[in-house]
């Protein structure tokens, strides 16, 4: 089973940039779907952005669109989630998740993930 640990967060003022790495172990992380989550404080963990396995697909939120992008490098086992032009809504700790077996459209509910790592905060000061 992939277990996956978030790296990169911080503290940054609006308009910055941030690059996220979750790395996973495991020898089969390239048989898996990855998810970016965020949750900040009193509200709900909402979904950021997703990549197929193959890296052939990938989805984002509405208000990250054109500032995040999500990547992986199945060779290294680790998904990476680069932040630019940051806002101060951008606050939130900050999950990879992974899903096993067929991708759904969209993949943006918490449920379909099977596993989580640990969470990494990034605050965006104005």
């Known amino acids: 089973q992939v277990q996956l640990v978030e790296s990169g967060g911080g503290l940054v003022q609006g308009g910055d940039s941030l690059r996220l790495s979750c790395a996973a172990s495991g020898r089969t992380f390239s048989n898996y779907h990855m998810g970016w989550f965020r949750q900040a404080p009193g509200k709900e963990r909402e979904f950021v952005a997703a990549?197929?396995?193959?890296?052939?697909?990938?989805y984002y939120e509405d208000s990250v669109k054109g500032r995040f992008t999500i990547s992986r490098d199945n060779a290294k086992n680790t998904v990476y989630l680069r932040m630019d032009s940051l806002k101060t809504e951008d606050t939130a700790v900050y999950y990879c998740?992974?899903?096993?077996?067929?991708?759904?459209?969209?993949?943006?509910?918490?449920?379909?993930?099977?596993?989580w790592g640990q969470g990494t905060q990034v605050t965006v000061s104005s």
């Open positions: 990549m197929s396995w193959n890296s052939g697909t990938t």
């Open positions: 998740a992974a899903k096993y077996g067929s991708l759904p459209v969209p993949p943006s509910g918490a449920r379909q993930y099977n596993i």
